[in-house]
């Protein structure tokens, strides 16, 4: 067994820890892992804790006893995430990116993984402490949230289809109306793809008045399942509250497309309501 300095010992714990998170890992682990006694892994943990609350980037939650541990639970401070989603903002506001029906272009920011990454990890601040099963997106583009978003939370993601696909077997299908077009629309999920009265954070890249995340609620009442939370990138406030379908989400971005500024045509992109709740 190698044996580490303290330093390093810091280093491969607090890596260790973020590779797993909320995860319950006992100290006898990283005894072993490290050859070092209890008591110096609690002094280690001890650091970890200070650092990672202090530079907001996690909590590290002890349990005591025979089964206790420690867990990594990751978290983004809402003054970090201030300016990168203010960038993403500016970015957002470009009059090239608005698409007929309301619609936006943002294909490109979705295949960012460091980008991801960070919407992840917000996402997964603002629900790390509900009780939460899986997380689920219809296809497509909210699949890289929902991926960076679950691998925060150490979930798995369900993906809600809009046709069915013969090698995922049995299926459930639903009809929902559009909320903002009145159109009628199909989703299905296959019947092992979720198990019976699971707790499901939905995640999303963009919402008008919520006819698709309405569906995907309907689609969970099939299975007996709860809704512990819904995560939209961006919130388009060209609905009003009358025609908005749901008003319990997260949102990271607002957009309005009415508000165009006259002299540049910049749309007005504003911060989303993760920020007016304080992440609640």
Not at 115 to 135: E, P
Request: proline share 4%; aromatic share 6%; glycine share 8%.
């Amino acid at each position: 067994m190698k044996k580490f300095k303290r330093s390093a010992r810091l280093v491969e714990m607090t890596q260790y820890l973020m590779s797993k998170p909320h995860t319950l890992i006992p100290l006898t682990t990283f005894a072993d892992r490290y050859g070092a006694a209890k008591s110096s892994i609690s002094e280690d943990l001890a650091i970890i804790k200070e650092v990672c609350e202090s530079e907001g980037t996690g909590e590290l939650l002890t349990l005591a006893g025979a089964a206790g541990g420690v867990k990594y639970i990751p978290k983004y401070a809402l003054e970090q995430a201030k300016p990168v989603i203010e960038a993403l903002c500016a970015q957002m506001g470009h009059p090239d990116r608005m698409l007929p029906g309301g619609y936006f272009y943002i294909t490109d920011m979705l295949g960012q993984p460091s980008l991801m990454n960070d919407i992840g990890r917000m996402f997964a601040s603002v629900f790390s402490n509900h009780d939460i099963d899986v997380v689920m997106t219809v296809e497509t583009k909210g699949i890289p949230i929902a991926y960076a978003t679950a691998a925060y939370l150490n979930l798995p993601v369900v993906l809600v289809r809009r046709d069915h696909v013969v090698t995922e077997g049995s299926a459930v299908s639903i009809n929902y109306v559009s909320g903002s077009q009145k159109s009628l629309h199909t989703m299905t999920l296959a019947r092992r793809a979720l198990k019976e009265r699971s707790r499901v954070l939905i995640v999303d890249d963009f919402m008008r008045a919520g006819g698709t995340i309405n569906g995907m609620i309907e689609l969970l009442r099939e299975f007996d399942a709860t809704v512990a939370g819904v995560g939209v990138l961006v919130e388009s406030e060209d609905v009003s509250q009358d025609e908005r379908l749901l008003h319990e989400y997260v949102s990271l971005m607002r957009v309005k497309t009415e508000a165009v500024d006259p002299r540049t045509k910049q749309l007005n992109v504003a911060l989303g309501n993760f920020f007016d709740k304080s992440g609640k």
